[in-house]
C-alpha cells in the first residue's frame, strides 16, 4: 500500500453535456484538497479542469498547473494557482506533469485526456513509470473506451496482462482506495522521461 502525494487528473476543458459531470469534478477537488494530495493538472480555467482546481484551492489544497505557452496566449491558463508552470510544448507539458505526480486519475474528458491518459498508460506498459492510473467511470462515461481496450486485447494487439496497468472505479471513493490498494512503485521514472 502506499500514500499518494500528488494526482495528475486528466479531464475535459470543457463542461460537457450532463452537468454531474461538473459536480463530480468538483467534488474530487474537495476531497483532494482534504486528504491533502496536490492537483497537478493541466493549467486551464475552463470546464472540468478549472472546477477540479478551483475546489481544490477552495479548499485549502495545492494546485500545480502545467500549460502551453500557446494556451496560456488565448488566455484559458489559471492565473489563481499555487503554481503555474508555462512551457514550450504540449509534450514538454506531459513530462512536467508525469514528473510531478505520483497517480494519474482520468475524469469524462475529450481527445486530449484520451491523449494523455494513453500516454500515461503506454509509458506504464514500456516501463517509463509504475504510476497508479485510475479512469473514473462515473455514470459509465469511459464504457466505450474500456470495450475498445478489451478488443484490442480480444484481437491480440494488447497483452492480457496489460488490464493490470489501469483500474476502474465507479465512484469517488473507489478511486482514493484503489490508489491506496496499489504498492509503491518499483522504481523512480524521473530519469526515464524525454
Known amino acids: 500500500?502506499?500514500?499518494?502525494?500528488?494526482?495528475?487528473?486528466?479531464?475535459?476543458?470543457s463542461n460537457g453535456k450532463n452537468p454531474q459531470h461538473m459536480e463530480i469534478a468538483i467534488a474530487f477537488g474537495?476531497?483532494?484538497?482534504?486528504?491533502?494530495?496536490?492537483?497537478?493538472?493541466?493549467?486551464?480555467?475552463?470546464?472540468?479542469?478549472?472546477?477540479?482546481?478551483?475546489?481544490?484551492?477552495?479548499?485549502?489544497?495545492?494546485v500545480?498547473?502545467?500549460?502551453?505557452?500557446?494556451?496560456?496566449?488565448?488566455?484559458?491558463?489559471?492565473?489563481?494557482?499555487?503554481?503555474?508552470?508555462?512551457?514550450?510544448?504540449?509534450?514538454q507539458r506531459k513530462v512536467e506533469m508525469f514528473k510531478r505526480s505520483e497517480a494519474f486519475v482520468t475524469l469524462a474528458g475529450g481527445l486530449g485526456s484520451l491523449d494523455e491518459a494513453f500516454e500515461a498508460l503506454t509509458l506504464r506498459q514500456l516501463g517509463i513509470h509504475d504510476k497508479p492510473l485510475?479512469?473514473?467511470?462515473?455514470?459509465?462515461y469511459w464504457d466505450k473506451c474500456?470495450?475498445?481496450?478489451?478488443?484490442?486485447?480480444?484481437?491480440?494487439?494488447?497483452r492480457e496482462s496489460n488490464r493490470n496497468l489501469f483500474s476502474v472505479a465507479e465512484t469517488l471513493e473507489q478511486?482514493?482506495?484503489?490508489?491506496?490498494?496499489?504498492?509503491?512503485?518499483?522504481?523512480?521514472?524521473r530519469e526515464k522521461l524525454l
Open 1 to 13: 500500500m502506499t500514500r499518494v502525494k500528488s494526482i495528475c487528473v486528466f479531464c475535459g476543458a
Open 30 to 62: 474537495k476531497m483532494m484538497a482534504e486528504r491533502g494530495i496536490a492537483l497537478v493538472y493541466g493549467g486551464g480555467r475552463i470546464g472540468l479542469m478549472g472546477a477540479v482546481a478551483d475546489a481544490v484551492m477552495k479548499n485549502g489544497g495545492t
Open 64 to 91: 500545480i498547473g502545467v500549460i502551453p505557452e500557446h494556451l496560456d496566449d488565448i488566455e484559458v491558463g489559471h492565473k489563481g494557482l499555487s503554481e503555474l508552470i508555462v512551457c514550450k510544448s504540449m509534450h
Open 134 to 140: 485510475v479512469f473514473l467511470n462515473a455514470l459509465g
Open 146 to 158: 474500456l470495450e475498445m481496450i478489451e478488443g484490442i486485447i480480444d484481437d491480440g494487439f494488447a
Open 175 to 189: 478511486v482514493f482506495e484503489q490508489l491506496e490498494a496499489e504498492p509503491a512503485p518499483k522504481f523512480d521514472p
